[in-house]
């Protein structure tokens, strides 16, 4: 079991359930202090990958196992940031 959390710097950290310390650290965009909001994480691809928006509003998807980029969906427009948080107890 593991959670993916927004580190509120520069990108997401996965813990193994248990431990105090990231077994993964992705580095997304750094965030400047008026930016540093959470966001939303969620698992994709049976725990293969996560996905994750930004401050700059693009959304995110890395490899789980390497933390490598998989795809990044940029957003040109006007941002808006959102605060939101969900619980799902899945095995990964």
Do not use: C
Request: charged share 25%; net charge negative; no cysteine.
């Amino acid at each position: 079991r593991r959670i993916a959390l927004t580190n509120l710097g520069d990108g997401v950290d996965i813990y193994s359930l248990g431990k105090s310390y990231p077994d993964l650290r992705i580095k997304n965009r750094p965030t400047s202090e008026d930016q540093n909001i959470p966001m939303q994480v969620s698992w994709l691809f049976d725990g293969a990958a996560i996905i994750s928006g930004s401050a700059d509003g693009d959304v995110r998807i890395w490899a789980t196992s390497t933390g490598e980029p998989l795809q990044i969906l940029e957003h040109k427009g006007k941002t808006l940031l959102r605060e939101e948080s969900t619980f799902i107890d899945i095995l990964v």
